[in-house]
């Protein structure tokens, strides 16, 4: 039996929780204004809230509920568009009516709820480029996005208070539009959203008892699951022994002892990119994250999850093979380490039994020697999957490779590790020299089965471009020519 | 005014037929579609789905109890595949569940035994084994034979375009249940409620009054679901006749991917001659039309073609050439622009390459030849009100396009890895169905005794504003508030045989046809004031702001009184109205008349930056100056030109399709099919109405908008082949649309991987 809040109702359920939530949205509760345009996480239009207690505090994301098992679902609030619906339009709905932001309309809730997404993240600044980035999973077919950013950036207007010494300052991480209130309340308070959310955390109180949820040790393992009803939109799943491991809270934190950073398996790819401490040591984290799905996948999709699903274009396991990572699984009590370079054997297929638990990723901390760069290409830019995507660490002494790890993804069943290539690379300065002889030698250690030409040449230009941010004006374009 | 389903939408609470809340004991409809290409259909075995718990059953061709057609122009399409298979994707069978997921997993138990056969897949190897749709036409103006030898160049080559999906974010669909007495209805996401209504009274076997089609809304059809949603229509009608059960039919977006027809994609062969001083003299153009296996639009398609083969310019001697197709593709259809897109970029295409070759500007060429005023096109309608240099020179002015040119070449200068190119774009696109039957237009407008009213017309909303603009010009004729309206369903019942929602003409054609019902009525009620006022003259009788005036004098007879007068005076508060475009004709046999009721025309200005390390390209900025005529509504107008730039920059850039050889899509899903998306989209988008004539033959002077600003997208495709050029001056230009990011790379490092083997 499933328990959760729909909007301001709770509802339980014994529908099989590895059903889409959407379906049950809308089949079952009869809740149409959530559409559904792709099912597999490509448009957005089937973005929805949920709202979860962690740390005391009522925390919202956006997901795609056409991904989400329903069994994610349990013990938390959904929000969908019906949810944030009031006797008058709210703030949000006005600013894209009065800057055009909808014609057929289809895609439209799912921008609503993008932007409430936004409104409520507490960990991010109120400005133009993240209100874009809220909406940046959500496709419109009809308006251009111009009128949509519009009516995005008077969000962001209408989300600044006016009272002056209430701005929030830019040097503190704001916990809302206004510092000390939580961005629920806030937005309540404002109209933003109808007066009911304010009993919610006593309600999830109530479903949802505080205390970490232990992983069970049997069962086929689904963290986000936001592959699970692409491969089986029909719910294949419906029938089995399902162990979500979504919540737990054990292994969704970053840990840095000794050196190493251990990533949890259910931090998700958002926690990534916004965890400061590691955005110290990976500056350019964030955007090369914002490159890997759309933010209600990222809000879904976990560290775990992107590992154990074997993915041959999977792009933090790029990353993390040029981290030269290692994995800690366990099943039935017993722990074991494997190498990520050995993990990956096949198409989607990993060194892991269903049931073995992937619980901690770690790797060693850059120093002030290393370097690290990710490059992906990819059709469109964002909410894509890579044609090719590439990941290179390495650790220099003076201006001599003393360490290397390059992996490429998109060339093949795997992901490639590129020992040879990285071999080569170590005790070389960066020159157009090397980079010729690298890449004379990497492209011999990859065997594109499709769209070979340009895949070859992605590589070699994403070896080019490693390498000169590694040691910008020792290579040129004269290597490339 | 805003668009009048603004608010539902935000809220979520507007009506796709996929939320019509179902009534007890619906099915669901999943269609089987062929596994293949092109072969014979020897048996299909269901009986295996048949025993699975909750299927109903499953419907083929031999269930059909009319005719196994649903062909809109020529009769060549049939609803359910019977003896052949034609494409991927044709429909098969039906299988009809108590579940959608139950009928989707009935699918893999039926059993198709299909005798593969060679598939053709290409425009031009259908025409080498003259594999036609309808037979090729050629459009003529001045001598081209004669005119080569006085050309000081000629420029010859082939442009390629590829299709493009339409991607309306509702999927296909409908749902359809038994009405009494053997009457059906549909609910079907349409575009053309007719073809719907004619395509299951063929199939059923009955008469079109027994079909009621009722279109609510549609997420966006973009041309789409013109004659394509028939198929759906059709089907879900047929199941309900056959079981007596309601059944619903909404189309996965894989289905839908596959099973449903695009773009046509072209292939063409240009020569292009110029004088010494640039002006072109000569033309010559034959296009490959891919139309996929059936007719579907494809006819009026290639005469979009032939219509725009010479552009925005003024071309004295043309001779424009179209073969449309048979191939194994789904039937290619109608798409925003409609053969139009692919003729523009033919030429354009043209023009980029005789300037590399000349080593000028492209701009020197596209400025000299722009259309003028009295200039014939090559069907014989002259152009009036050309608006073709103003565009240019307004937007070259007002863009600072010198001022461009210097900071882009600055930027060049100092940058190695990435470039910056420009490009202008013309634009002039006809107005008009080019089949003149369909330029008619219908509305039926009533007044209620409280004097609130209610209109239905013969077009569908799918985002375009459509309903609020006939609103706007329903209460400016009878001077009544907004609020008073309620633009209804398009239903079959109330408006008869309507031409489908296209060619941009929604607006113009069922508006016109509501001013005519308004004014109707408002005669009417003139009458009625003047007898109550008793005055002597109706004419002397004017309704401002829902005020009786009686010469120029304000009464203190307001419209809800006098709509309650007129009851009691058993005055008719209804109004059927008809409208025809009048002036437009063509005759086929000379391949001259006057098609359009007018042109539209703008320039768009882009500038792109690519980048020439990863081979990618971002759109700084598409600006462009658009004639508009005067708009009754510049909020829905600007809309529609930001949609259909971004779109046209898709189709132009990073939607790609491509199909393996066998036929199948290689690219069929969201994930792999990209279309633009918030931070593809240009970083400026700036549309600038141009000071216009309004134009009488469009609603209250505004100009159609649908379709025309798709084709400033075209702009950016030279504009990242000039910045392109800047790389690698060497390249040969691809002049292959889409220009994806793929090809971007390979044409900037054009030898380089010939230097590594």
């Given amino acids: 039996m499933l328990t959760f809040i729909v909007n301001n109702k709770e509802v339980k359920t014994n529908a099989p929780p590895a059903s889409s939530l959407v379906d049950y949205i809308r089949n079952e509760l009869h809740l149409y204004g959530t559409k559904i345009g792709c099912r597999e996480g490509d448009c957005g239009a089937c973005t929805i809230l949920v709202g979860e207690m962690a740390g005391g505090e009522l925390k919202y994301q956006t997901m795609n509920s056409c991904l989400m098992p329903l069994g994610n679902a349990d013990r938390k609030h959904i929000v969908t568009i019906e949810g944030v619906n009031g006797p008058d339009l709210t703030p949000v709905q006005t600013a894209l009516i009065e800057n055009n932001g909808t014609q057929c309309g289809f895609c439209t809730p799912g921008f609503v709820m993008s932007l409430y997404g936004f409104c409520l993240n507490a960990g991010k600044e109120k400005n133009l480029a993240n209100a874009i980035e809220a909406v940046s999973g959500n496709i419109c077919r009809c308006t251009g996005y111009k009128s949509i950013e519009k009516a995005a950036a008077a969000i962001v207007k209408k989300l600044q208070p006016p009272q002056r010494g209430l701005l929030v300052p830019p040097q503190r991480e704001p916990s809302g539009p206004m510092p000390g209130v939580m961005p629920m309340e806030w937005l309540v308070k404002n109209k933003f959203l109808p007066d009911y959310f304010l009993a919610i955390p006593e309600k999830l109180k109530k479903i949802a008892p505080a205390g970490a949820a232990a992983v069970r040790e049997s069962g086929y393992i689904v963290a986000g699951g936001t592959d699970i009803l692409l491969q089986n939109p029909e719910g294949a799943m419906t029938s089995g022994n399902v162990n979500f491991v979504y919540g737990a809270r054990e292994y969704k934190r970053i840990k840095f002892a000794d050196g190493k950073c251990y990533v949890g398996s259910t931090v998700t790819v958002k926690d990534l990119k916004e965890s400061r401490e590691l955005r110290a040591y990976f500056p350019r984290l964030d955007d090369d994250l914002k490159l890997m799905a759309s933010p209600p996948i990222r809000n879904m999709a976990t560290v775990g999850g992107n590992i154990a699903n074997g993915s041959p274009i999977g792009d933090l396991c790029v990353m993390l093979l040029a981290l030269d990572a290692t994995l800690i699984l366990r099943r039935q009590g017993e722990n074991r380490e494997v190498k990520l370079k050995d993990f990956f054997i096949g198409y989607k297929k990993v060194n892991k039994d269903p049931e073995e638990f992937i619980q901690w990723i770690y790797f060693d901390l850059p120093d002030e020697n290393t370097r690290f760069s990710f490059e992906k290409i990819s059709k469109r830019g964002h909410l894509d999957m890579a044609t090719v995507n590439s990941a290179m660490g390495i650790t220099l002494a003076g201006d001599v490779i003393k360490k290397a790890h390059f992996a490429v993804g998109g060339l093949g069943p795997t992901i490639r590790n590129m020992a040879k290539t990285a071999d080569y690379l170590l005790g070389k300065k960066i020159s157009n020299q090397t980079f010729k002889e690298a890449n004379l030698i990497a492209q011999g250690e990859i065997t594109p089965r499709s769209r070979a030409e340009y895949k070859r040449a992605l590589v070699r230009q994403q070896l080019f471009i490693h390498l000169m941010s590694f040691a910008p004006g020792a290579i040129s374009l004269e290597a490339l020519q | 005014m805003k668009n009048i389903d603004s608010r539902s939408h935000v809220r979520g609470e507007s009506i796709y037929v996929n939320d019509i809340p179902v009534r007890q004991d619906t099915l669901f409809g999943v269609v089987l579609g062929s596994p293949v290409a092109h072969g014979k259909l020897h048996d299909i075995d269901f009986s295996e789905a048949l025993k699975m718990d909750g299927v109903e059953a499953v419907i083929s061709a031999k269930d059909i109890t009319g005719e196994n057609q649903i062909g809109s122009i020529i009769q060549d399409e049939e609803l359910f595949a019977d003896k052949e298979v034609h494409f991927v994707g044709m429909p098969v069978a039906l299988v009809c569940a108590k579940t959608d997921a139950i009928a ?654």
């Fill in chain 2, 104 to 757: 989707r997993k009935a699918l893999a138990k039926i059993k198709l035994d299909i005798e593969e056969l060679r598939p053709i897949l290409t425009a031009r190897e259908a025409y080498a084994e003259k594999k036609f749709i309808s037979p090729s036409r050629t459009f003529k103006i001045g001598s081209t034979d004669a005119m080569w030898e006085k050309c000081e160049h000629i420029i010859e080559g082939q442009a390629e375009m590829g299709g493009q999906e339409h991607v309306y974010l509702e999927t296909q669909g409908a749902y359809a249940y038994m009405l009494e007495n053997g009457s059906i209805k549909i609910h079907s996401a349409t575009q053309a409620t007719k073809h719907v209504q004619v395509g299951a009274s063929v199939v059923l076997g009955i008469p079109m009054h027994k079909i009621e089609v009722d279109t609510n809304r549609i997420g966006g059809g973009f041309g789409g679901k013109e004659d394509q949603a028939t198929h759906w229509g059709t089907l879900a009608a047929l199941a309900t006749n056959t079981l007596k059960k309601p059944l619903k039919l909404i189309l996965s977006r894989a289905d839908d991917f596959v099973m449903t027809g695009k773009r046509h994609p072209y292939s063409f062969d240009f020569k292009l001659g110029l004088d010494k001083n640039l002006k072109i003299l000569c033309y010559q153009v034959e296009a490959f039309q891919n139309a996929g296996a059936a007719a579907d639009l494809s006819p009026a398609i290639m005469e979009r073609t032939l219509f725009h083969g010479t552009g925005s310019y003024h071309i004295p001697n043309a001779k424009i050439t179209c073969h449309s197709c048979r191939t194994n593709l789904a039937p290619s259809t109608a798409m925003r622009g409609f053969g139009a897109p692919q003729a523009m970029f033919a030429l354009e295409a043209a023009i980029m390459k005789a300037a590399a070759t000349l080593n000028v500007s492209p701009l020197e060429i596209q400025k000299r030849n722009l259309l003028q005023e009295s200039d014939r096109f090559p069907y014989g309608q002259v152009a009036e009100n050309c608006n073709a240099g103003k565009c240019w020179d307004t937007a070259y002015k007002k863009f600072a396009v010198e001022k461009l040119k210097k900071e882009i070449a600055a930027f060049n200068k100092n940058n190695d890895h990435s470039k910056k190119g420009l490009s202008l774009f013309p634009l002039c696109f006809g107005i008009s169905f080019t089949k003149t039957k369909l330029n008619q237009g219908r509305s039926l407008v009533h007044i209620y005794t409280d004097g609130s009213v209610s209109i239905t017309t013969g077009v569908v909303e799918m985002g375009q504003g459509v309903n609020t603009k006939i609103l706007q010009a329903a209460a400016k004729t009878l001077s009544i508030s907004p609020r008073r309206f309620t633009i209804h369903s398009t239903n079959t019942t109330r408006i008869a045989n309507a031409s489908p929602t296209a060619a941009s003409t929604g607006a113009d054609l069922n508006g016109k046809a509501t001013i005519m019902a308004c004014a109707a009525l408002l005669a009417r009620l003139k009458d009625v004031a003047c007898r109550e006022l008793k005055g002597r003259d109706p004419d002397k009788i004017e309704i401002k702001d829902e005020i009786v005036f009686h010469r120029g004098k304000k009464t203190s007879l307001k419209w809800e009184k006098l709509i309650l007068l007129a009851d009691e005076a058993r005055v008719s508060l209804s109004e059927h109205a008809h409208y025809a475009t009048p002036e437009v004709h063509f005759n086929k046999a000379t391949e001259k008349g006057h098609p359009f009721a007018y042109h539209v025309y703008g320039t768009a200005v882009t500038v792109v930056t690519v980048d020439c390390l990863r081979g990618t390209y971002e759109i700084d900025l598409v600006k462009c100056v658009h004639d508009f005529g005067t708009s009754i509504n510049l909020d829905i107008d600007i809309g529609q030109a930001e949609g259909a730039i971004v779109q046209g920059i898709g189709l132009m850039t990073i939607e790609e399709l491509l199909v393996d050889p066998k036929g199948k899509h290689v690219y069929d899903s969201l994930s792999s099919y990209k279309v633009p998306d918030i931070y593809f989209a240009p970083k400026t988008i700036e549309v600038v109405p141009l000071d216009s004539k309004p134009d009488k033959l469009a609603l209250l002077g505004s100009k159609a908008v649908g379709e025309p600003p798709l084709m400033y997208g075209i702009g950016t495709y030279f504009a990242i082949l000039m910045a392109m050029r800047e790389f690698n001056p060497k390249m040969k230009l691809p002049l292959w649309a889409p220009l994806t990011h793929q090809k971007c790379l390979l044409s900037l490092y054009e030898g380089y991987g010939e230097a590594l083997k």
